[in-house]
């Protein structure tokens, strides 16, 4: 019985997260910027001799770039501003902190990525099929768009983690942002082979070509299912021992 309440209280939580992400102007906004933006990196590719390796790696790139801060924004902003009434709900509404959590880590992740996917998905199939230069293959863009999902739902697990930790949402924002950002300069001269425009990629065209190692491919999914496994974890026990 209390299974079937907390299964019916985390369904109803995740329909009302999701309501409140579509009508978000955040997400609408980006949303239609990468429209756009989609539609200029397949008018570019079909116009320009550029490798679509090149020109698509750019393109995700620029949304990792860009699209971090709108994600941040999201997850950040998930629990925070909703502390100073949170615990009055849960009193009055029978709302336990668990199914609330986990209701809102499925949301914001899934929403992300969905804004992530419909867009770049069908950008890239496009490209590859209307570029004048294609050097893409069908295993390397599910390649390349499976890691950046997985690295746009490790930040909305930590954005959601930081939002149960910190109250002020513009704190965790500038804070976490700073870090995130710092991590993704870091990771980039890892991987850069120089500061030119295709240097500055790395191994990410091989990855759209299909050419990555396996070795290389196992690590980065490592790197990512581990927070994936360990960030809710960390959220749910920090949430249960907040006073709310």
Same mark, same amino acid.
């Given at each position: 019985?209390?299974?079937?309440?907390?299964?019916?209280?985390?369904?109803?939580?995740?329909?009302?997260?999701?309501?409140?992400?579509?009508?978000?102007?955040?997400?609408?906004?980006?949303?239609?910027?990468?429209?756009?933006?989609?539609?200029?990196?397949?008018?570019?590719?079909?116009?320009?001799?550029?490798?679509?390796?090149?020109?698509?790696?750019?393109?995700?790139?620029?949304?990792?770039?860009?699209?971090?801060?709108?994600?941040?924004?999201?997850?950040?902003?998930?629990?925070?501003?909703?502390?100073?009434?949170?615990?009055?709900?849960?009193?009055?509404?029978?709302?336990?902190?668990?199914?609330?959590?986990?209701?809102?880590?499925?949301?914001?992740?899934?929403?992300?990525?969905?804004?992530?996917?419909?867009?770049?998905?069908?950008?890239?199939?496009?490209?590859?099929?209307?570029?004048? @230069? *294609?050097? +893409?293959?069908?295993?390397?863009? &599910?390649?390349? %768009?499976? /890691?950046?999902? =997985?690295? $746009?739902?490790? !930040?909305?697990?930590?954005?959601?983690?930081?939002?149960?930790?910190? @109250? *002020?949402? +513009?704190?965790?924002?500038?804070? &976490?942002?700073? %870090?995130? /950002?710092?991590? =993704?300069? $870091?990771?980039? !001269?890892?991987?850069?082979?120089?500061?030119?425009?295709?240097?500055?990629?790395?191994?990410?065209?091989?990855?759209?070509?299909?050419?990555?190692?396996?070795?290389?491919?196992?690590?980065?999914?490592?790197?990512?299912?581990?927070?994936?496994?360990?960030?809710?974890?960390?959220?749910?026990?920090?949430?249960?021992?907040?006073?709310?």
């Amino acid at each position: 019985m209390r299974r079937g309440l907390g299964t019916n209280a985390f369904l109803c939580l995740l329909e009302y997260d999701m309501t409140i992400l579509a009508k978000s102007w955040i997400v609408r906004f980006w949303f239609s910027l990468t429209v756009v933006g989609g539609v200029v990196a397949v008018i570019v590719s079909r116009n320009f001799i550029d490798d679509s390796s090149f020109l698509m790696g750019w393109a995700l790139v620029l949304y990792v770039g860009f699209g971090s801060l709108v994600v941040l924004a999201n997850s950040v902003s998930a629990i925070s501003q909703e502390f100073r009434f949170l615990g009055e709900s849960i009193i009055s509404r029978g709302i336990a902190p668990t199914p609330y959590l986990l209701a809102k880590l499925v949301s914001r992740s899934f929403g992300n990525a969905f804004m992530f996917l419909v867009v770049v998905a069908p950008t890239a199939f496009l490209m590859r099929v209307m570029s004048l @230069n *294609n050097d +893409m293959t069908i295993e390397g863009i &599910l390649v390349g %768009i499976a /890691y950046w999902t =997985l690295l $746009i739902t490790v !930040l909305s697990f930590l954005g959601i983690t930081v939002s149960v930790l910190v @109250n *002020n949402t +513009m704190l965790g924002l500038v804070v &976490l942002g700073v %870090i995130w /950002y710092m991590a =993704l300069g $870091i990771l980039d !001269l890892a991987y850069a082979e120089d500061f030119s425009p295709e240097g500055v990629l790395g191994n990410l065209p091989l990855v759209l070509q299909g050419k990555s190692l396996t070795t290389e491919i196992t690590a980065l999914i490592v790197i990512g299912i581990i927070p994936i496994l360990v960030l809710p974890i960390l959220a749910v026990r920090f949430m249960n021992s907040r006073d709310l």
